[in-house]
């Protein structure tokens, strides 16, 4: 039978707030009982025990005063005795006013008979010669003072034992306050506890019940069957769950067919492609590896260990969670075959199954050995073509100056205009050979840096250093700005020649009277050095290929150069780049990374 769930909250709601109510009614009782006796006794009693005190003090300051004057001192005593008998007759009256203790009305008035005598008695002392006023004091006052101080002594004894009956009184009954509230609390929370535990029952299981169904059903466990509930509120809810579960129930049974179909051709693509492909999962594990993965390297599906290279990428691309590209031939990785050296471009990425969620990762090896032999075999070309022409060059280089310099004889103007034509031609010529040197020697030691900590000051130093002849010739002059910026850890002779690319560069596109000017300095996490020029800038159609590796352009443009700084770059993890507009200079921007403090 199905019970209304709001009838059964209210029942237990109700049960709760009974229980307080009683409490609250039960401990406004008792504390009201208290507060008003202890207000009753403060009402009648305290102001009796001030009025005692204040005539005690009025009588003692009272004596006082007779005796210094008596004894002929009157400048001591210097209070006024009628004042002092003003104040004591006051605090009588006070004391006549709060008399209701039995027989404290009678103290009262023998108190104010006393008095009357004390005073009666002072006053006839200090009338007498002066000789003999002390010995009156001592006969007459001393006894009426004794008299009157006992019977304001009685008095306050009289209400001070009220009050401390009143506070044993008051004690008893807030102890049995206390063990009434100790009762009532211990019932109150008896029957909190049934409620707690009855609503329990009543409210909690049937909804507990649902949401167990309910982590089930989350748990993929389809099989699970929807409770009949015993509350009436919940019949709704149970219905569209038995919906909702025929529906994933049908949903499931589709979807797994199309995902093993999907999974059928995911495998079929891979096993299809010519080129390793490796799926791991989260562990590092192999969760799926092609038959060229399993030829190329011996990896299959299951496998932990894999090859350092693979291993490195893979774990960078968990690690970043983004895609792992090689920048160049010269990162391939090498594999030993019985037919001979093979080598694979390795390209990984993080395989997500939900937003910032990487549970796996893919990678590719792309065999590039036939490229990488056409590289090798066009650096050998290039190398020996520009070794076979340097020689030559050389010879044309010692010629043209040394015509230049008239040691074969003197040069008409026409002449020395031709040589001197010659001879820049013949050093452009030199600087293309050696670039394309500098080139193929870059490409045979890819990858081979030798890394150490270098001071980006340091490094700006030695540039400046090497270009201020060149600079001086030219008439330009080259500063190091400030370079507050922290170490980098870089190659400094590969980190060398790009700075004097720049450099060199600069100065040669800067006019006499121009200035270069070197600088470095930290930018989030950076270095960045820059090498600035007030030189006649580039073209802004030039800047696109500025990088490229040609010798396109004016006869004095900046070939190879720029190509061979920025692949150094790169290789350092860094960026290359420039601002220019024509005639106004450029600035050529080196970003590395800085080095990690205490490495």
Request: net charge negative; with cysteine.
């Amino acid at each position: 039978m199905q019970a209304s769930l709001r009838v059964r909250l209210r029942v237990g709601l109700s049960l709760l707030t009974l229980s307080l109510a009683v409490v609250v009614i039960a401990s406004m009782a008792s504390l009201n009982t208290l507060s008003s006796t202890i207000e009753t006794l403060l009402r009648e009693n305290y102001p009796s025990i001030l009025a005692c005190d204040e005539m005690s003090e009025s009588l003692e300051r009272q004596d006082s005063a007779a005796f210094f004057r008596a004894s002929g001192r009157e400048h001591v005593g210097f209070e006024s005795i009628d004042a002092l008998r003003r104040t004591f007759d006051l605090a009588i009256v006070r004391a006549e006013g709060s008399t209701v203790l039995p027989g404290e009305g009678e103290i009262v008035a023998r108190v104010r008979a006393l008095h009357r005598d004390y005073a009666t008695a002072v006053d006839r002392a200090l009338v007498e010669p002066p000789e003999l006023r002390v010995a009156a004091y001592f006969r007459d006052v001393v006894p009426k003072f004794d008299r009157l101080k006992d019977a304001i002594l009685e008095l306050r004894r009289m209400n001070v034992a009220i009050l401390e009956r009143a506070d044993q009184d008051a004690r008893r009954r807030a102890r049995r306050s206390v063990e009434l509230f100790v009762g009532i609390g211990v019932v109150a929370a008896l029957l909190a506890a049934w409620t707690a535990w009855w609503l329990g029952r009543a409210v909690v299981r049937p909804v507990d019940a649902f949401v167990r169904t309910a982590t089930s059903i989350g748990d993929l466990d389809l099989g699970v069957s929807v409770p009949e509930p015993q509350v009436r509120e919940l019949a709704p809810l149970a219905a569209s769950f038995r919906r909702m579960l025929e529906r994933l129930r049908d949903y499931h049974d589709r979807s797994q067919g199309e995902l093993r179909a999907a999974q059928d051709l995911a495998k079929t693509t891979v096993e299809c492609m010519l080129d390793p492909v490796i799926v791991f999962d989260e562990r590092g594990g192999i969760r799926l590896a092609n038959d060229a993965a399993d030829t190329a390297f011996g990896l299959r599906e299951g496998d932990g260990a894999v090859p350092r290279e693979i291993a490195e990428a893979r774990d960078r691309a968990f690690d970043s969670g983004a895609p792992v590209l090689p920048r160049s031939l010269g990162e391939a990785m090498r594999k030993a075959t019985p037919e001979g050296e093979r080598f694979y471009l390795l390209r990984a990425a993080p395989l997500r199954t939900a937003p910032g969620e990487v549970r796996s990762a893919l990678l590719l090896a792309q065999d590039v050995t036939r490229y990488r032999r056409i590289d090798e075999l066009k650096s050998d070309v290039v190398a020996t073509v520009s070794h076979e022409f340097k020689t030559p060059l050389t010879s044309l280089r010692m010629a043209t100056h040394m015509l230049l310099d008239q040691t074969a004889g003197p040069l008409t103007d026409t002449q020395r205009e031709i040589v001197t034509t010659a001879r820049d031609d013949t050093e452009r010529l030199r600087r293309i050979v050696d670039e394309l040197l500098d080139i193929v020697r870059i490409d045979a030691e890819a990858g081979a840096l030798r890394m150490t900590r270098v001071e980006p000051i340091a490094l700006l130093q030695t540039a400046a250093a090497t270009h201020r002849a060149l600079a001086r010739d030219k008439g330009v002059t080259l500063e190091v700005g400030p370079a507050e910026a922290p170490q980098v850890t870089a190659d400094r002779e590969r980190l060398s020649i790009v700075l004097a690319n720049l450099v060199s560069n600069a100065i040669r596109h800067t006019p006499s009277g121009g200035a270069v000017t070197l600088g470095a300095i930290a930018d989030q996490g950076a270095v960045r050095f820059t090498v600035t020029d007030t030189g006649e800038g580039i073209e802004a159609s030039e800047l696109p290929r500025i990088f490229e590796r040609s010798v396109r352009g004016r006869s004095d443009g900046h070939g190879l150069g720029l190509a061979i700084a920025r692949e150094i770059v790169h290789e350092h993890g860094g960026e290359l780049e420039v601002a220019s507009s024509s005639g106004e200079g450029s600035v050529f921007t080196v970003i590395l990374p800085a080095s990690p403090e205490g490495s």
